[in-house]
T-cell receptor, first 114, second 113 residues
Framework: GAVVSQHPSWVICKSGTSVKIECRSL??????MFWYRQFPKQSLMLMAT?????????EQGVEKDKFLINHASLTLSTLTVTSAHPEDSSFYIC??????????FGSGTRLTVV | AQSVTQLGSHVSVSEGALVLLRCNYS??????LFWYVQYPNQGLQLLLK??????LVKGINGFEAEFKKSETSFHLTKPSAHMSDAAEYFC???????????FGRGTSLIVHP
């Protein structure tokens, strides 16, 4: 089946630093990947849609300069949280569409900014 | 526009009891419907999905769901709960296979001995 690998699974960083999260499709080509943010005990909120070879499409209210998305290849999308602050602490999950009708999710990244 | 309502943020059952997690949706076109499970600090795993055809869908781990158009519902059931079923469950709807799903707020399933 389609597998998406997300790394790191957890990261702690100091306020003001940047953190990069990687999402790789292991056995299929993902032309489109999605980045979600999940607050404790809440649902997934779509942040942006990442398209290979083009600029990401951000949802309303998401700061594109803070959450930089790069999708340079058919198997890799990255989310960089720039100048992270404690309010950016959250659980970030990537997802990729495969075979037109399915979405597979990464295992998520727990970001804690101190 | 599409939306999902999951009734009950928490559902508590005894081990061996019936599991029923409720999901109602709104969609302007025939929907695709999904149930996902999330264990702590992990991503989402697809339990089952409905696209077209048979309205009773069987998924992994003994779960099934029935699409009822007249009730705009897609409730998730399992005849006998197991301790390992304790997790967060999300219902999602999309308007076709190419459209990004919209997720419900999730229901936490608690299974006690």
């Amino acid at each position: 089946g389609a597998v998406v690998s997300q790394h790191p699974s957890w990261v702690i960083c100091k306020s003001g630093t940047s953190v990069k999260i990687e999402c790789r499709s292991l056995d299929f080509q993902a032309t489109t990947m999605f980045w979600y943010r999940q607050f404790p005990k809440q649902s997934l909120m779509l942040m942006a849609t990442s398209n290979e070879g083009s600029k990401a499409t951000y949802e309303q209210g998401v700061e594109k300069d803070k959450f930089l998305i790069n999708h340079a290849s058919l198997t890799l999308s990255t989310l960089t949280v720039t100048s992270a602050h404690p309010e950016d602490s959250s659980f970030y999950i990537c997802s990729a569409r495969w075979q037109g009708e399915g979405y597979t999710f990464g295992s998520g990244t727990r970001l804690t900014v101190v | 526009a599409q939306s999902v309502t999951q009734l009950g943020s928490h559902v508590s059952v005894s081990e061996g009891a019936l599991v029923l997690l409720r999901c109602n949706y709104s969609s302007s076109v025939p929907p695709y419907l999904f149930w996902y499970v999330q264990y702590p600090n992990q991503g989402l795993q697809l339990l089952l999905k409905y696209t077209t055809g048979a309205t009773l869908v069987k998924g992994i781990n003994g779960f099934e769901a029935e699409f009822k158009k007249s009730e705009t519902s897609f409730h998730l059931t399992k005849p006998s709960a197991h301790m390992s079923d304790a997790a967060e469950y999300f219902c999602a709807v999309s308007e076709g296979g190419s459209y990004i799903p919209t997720f419900g707020r999730g229901t936490s399933l608690i299974v006690h001995p």
